[in-house]
């Protein structure tokens, strides 16, 4: 017979009603848990990616099903096991399901990395007892993550969750926290103002030998009956000095501690380590673990918040983002913005592609910004209706400069429209700006207007019959091409026509098919693909006096200069740029294009089906698995990518090429399946010159014909030179920052020029040339500063470049930065109950009950910053307390059919509180302020009686 709380499958199956108020959430969530989480093969270990995946996947499900009730639609759980696409589907954004994958990607890989870079600092793994060190690093992260998300630096905030997830996780296979006999995650791990538990003295012995292999009683009797804490001590050399006399090791063939007496180990990384026999236990301990710290962060920052900041949104990911000159000339353009801005916003709002955030960069000269980044149309549409174009001191502006910040906030894969009519003053800031191109793989679009470049320096505006220099246009060339972008040249009066290709951009599922340039030009055929998928093909080409025959995969053939055909639905010629919309029919298409002047071309379409990647490189250290890369891969050499696909469950990879931008070579990779849609691609050799990413599969490997092709609008290079340094550090305002890097060559050594320039323009100090000699490294350091007042939670790109004697060759690193201030409260703010009124009876539907109450964060708070409904149907309204900042007044009146209510209490800093209420309460019971960890604490507990009720092993 079951005692307490409990949950099983016909709870689950009825939506939990029969359960008392709380419980349906944690059960759901349990249930999902237990069925991602512990359903293991016997001889499988869990991992940190499918720990970390499956917290997220899990805790995101609870997310949509909790907006769902409180904006009262149904909610369809997907099927088990959860995938992104699924989730995705299921928290009705089906569009959102390559921006969560991405996200998710994102932070598995951030979390690997600390495997990989700190391998050997035992603060980020819990080990040689390093608790409070472990920590302060969880703690110090949540703090950056809460501020970043109130900030909606959603980027910056998935960075740190990323590195965070590994020592929390780490914790339950490191430490001896379930050989004691612990059955819940420890809550304390992710506060810092209490006792993390009674960890053992730095003198007191913690282990025996083990007995021969078997390591399962090797930890002494005394540290088990007292519940103290212990972890092993790891080291890859030998000396006795590493390990105190009595402790524990970690364990394992790498270890070289576990041959030192106590010999043995206690972790629990996988079946076949010391004290694998708890691996299972461990892993699941670390999903609800991970899960909790979502949980926090999410009562912090909200549903919809969260979900965005895991790449879920209403409507596209994708950003609206304008880049605009704002002198005198420009005052046509910012008309055509303004009209398309709000055609956008009109048509696209609370639809599916509807903009994730719109950002706006005005730049002229001699200033640039600032950045505008909101979620809010109306707030978008205010900005942008509020430009006004006025100044110019000469004939160039900061074009580059406005382009960088806006490519430093936008997220991956944007794109983004530069609309100027002069040429760029800040020519030095090219390469930085293609480097921020290829680690965002963001496409920009540049929309030069006029012949003419216009003379500012007089008292009123003249023109000069002057046309923008070749050198100038082939400055946003480079650009454009770099991004798989274009350069639209039209006439002011022109531009409204042009911008219909913001229209179609902001399309959630649209995806590149091919892309490819050729300056100078010539005659030359390219191939791309329509599948079943693909809807509205449509080919983009910018340049001047071309031709060009289409093919079709049936043989057909058309001219550009055939308007009878059949294969061609609708034309459009603007400037330099035309659109071509083409007849769905699927298979492989041809087109020949013949001119000798400079072109470019992008066939898109529309589809679910796309692909992700990142350029990895193997670990060299003790442990295996591979790292992200964020600089260029080497030239020359071996390499391999990571490549996941979206949008089907379905689909497989079958071919990954990296081709040739501006020839026909091209290297094809070797294809390893990695399990839930992710491929590891290895390269025999990376192209010396540069190229694009060019997938193919099935989309269904049942039906044939769902062959499909999408390419990268990105070009990428290569590099003989390496830049390393790390991105670990949260900057605090006014605080001098240091970034260590190394710069190597495998090329030619001597000196090398230096760059390091940030978003924000903080002031920073770095070395302007370092000699290196060819197969070494040299070392620098960028100091910067930001400045007091800094809000907390923005962030900063840092780009650190190296360029090789003469120019050949370069490589960069991009690093982002949290900025957040020192924070001294952690304590959750609390709740009183002063008032309550029930007339509730047999007959709940006729009658009320109404509470009112006091939320406080202390005397020493930082105030109480929201108060939202987290559980119940009424209706809660709040307001400030006469004469006290730090008291939040609460009223609440519900009927009495839904007797609960739970609110999140939230301050400033992101400490949440959880406050519950019933109709039975009184004004003198203990008031009811439940700690988000202890919820969580009961997900564990019933977790261990469903796995009993229900079989699960």
Known sequence: MRSGPTCDAADYLTGGEVMSSGLTALCLLLLHTGAQGF???????LSHLEITESAILNVTVQVCRALAQAEGTDFTPPPQPFTAETVAVACGAPQSSKSYRQAIQFIILRNVRVDIRHALNASFHFDEEMFDQGRKIITEGIVAVKASNKQENYEAARQKIGEIFHPLQDFYSHSNWLEVGNTLPNPNLIRSDVSIGNVADVSRATCRNCDGDDCRNNILEDIIEGKVLTSGYFGIVPIVSTKPRGKCSHGGGVDQTSTI????GINKDSFSASHGHLHTAAANMAIAATSQLLEDIRGAAGDRPFLKMMGISKGSSKALCFVIDTTQSMSDDIAAVRTVTASIINSDVGTIDEPAVYILVPFNDPDFGPLIKTTDPNVFKTVVNSLTAAGGGDDQELSLSGLQLALAAAPSNSEIFLFTDAPAKDKNLKSTVIALIERTQSVVIFMITGSTVVNRRGRSVEQKQQKISEADAQLYRDVAQASGGLVIEVAKSELPLATSIIAQSSNSSLVTLLQAARSPGKTDTFSFRVDDTVINPTVYITGRSFNFTLTSPTGESQQSTDTTGSLITASQSVGNFQTVQ??????????????TNPYSLRVVGQSPIDFLFDFVEMSQGPFG??????????AGVNGS?????TGSDSATLTEVALVESSGSEEIKGVVEAQGSGNFLVKINRIPSVAFVVRVKGHGDITIASTVFQRQTPTNFRASNLTITADSNAILVPGTPFSVPFTVTTSGVGGNFTIRATNSRGFDSTSPTRLFVETGNSTNGTVTMSAPLNTPSGSDVTLAIEAEAPGGEDTNYIVLRFSIVNTVTDFIQPVCQLLSLETNCSDICSLEMWKFSAQASDGDDGTGVDSVSLRRGNGTLNTSLAAGNENITLVSYSSSCCSPDM????????????VCSYNFRDTPSSSTKVIPSFLLWLSIVVLGLRVQTELGIQ
């Open 582 to 595: 083409l007849k769905k029919i699927t298979g492989l298409w041809k087109m020949k294009m013949a001119s």
């Open 625 to 634: 698995g591979f790292d992200a890369l964020d600089t260029r891969p080497r």
């Open 641 to 645: 990518l990571l490549v996941s696909l």
């Open 902 to 913: 739970e609110m999140l209490v939230v301050d400033r800093v992101g400490n949440v509180g």
């Open 261 to 264: 007496e106590p010999t043995g």
């Open 39 to 45: 359903g293991i093969l016997p001889g499988d270990s």
